[in-house]
């Protein structure tokens, strides 16, 4: 981010000339016409504030030229609603009713674990599901390019299987072994989430 717009934008200013008229024009207005929503560009300003913070606390400056950026011409950012409880509740019983197995599997898993969706695609029987001790490793996320690594050391991490989380996988690896004897050539990584192509 600071790169590819703080430092093109305003880089060749010196920070003791910068002013809320260079912020403005140099920086928040081109990045509204380029479409920006107001949140992204909020994170933006408060990177380079964090910047001339520092600044004066170094005393490389003494004080900020700047205040908050004008943002009216940007457009609103995507506000999203968490869905309640009765939602949560609606959705799993009409996957669990109307749907396949694989479905409210998904479903149940994303909404009573927290988990990415590239991490519920990555997880692996052998590896990831235990349910001797209760618990589903996650420390990998999967996407169109195959499996790898989670971004940061916060995505490692293991969650306690419930009663109710370990019976839907254990219904669900019922199902799961029946296909794979027809199947298993298909998935030879033993992953937990298969597709219905089979």
Sequence with gaps: MMNKYVLDYIGRFKIKNVNNLIIQRELIDPLINEGFKEGTLLNIYRRVNAIFSFAIKNEFLDRKRFTSPNLKKASESIKRNALTINEVTEI???????????????????????????????????????????LIHINKTKDRFGSRSPKTKNSYRKFPMNESIKNILLDYRKWYEEIMETYKFRNPEGHVIITYGW
């Design 92 to 134: 799993l019983e009409i996957a669990r009713t109307k749907y396949k197995i694989t479905h409210y599997t998904c479903l149940s898993l994303l909404f009573l674990t927290g988990m990415r969706v590239g991490e519920l695609s990555a997880l692996q029987w052998e590896t990831d599901i235990d349910f001797e001790n209760n």
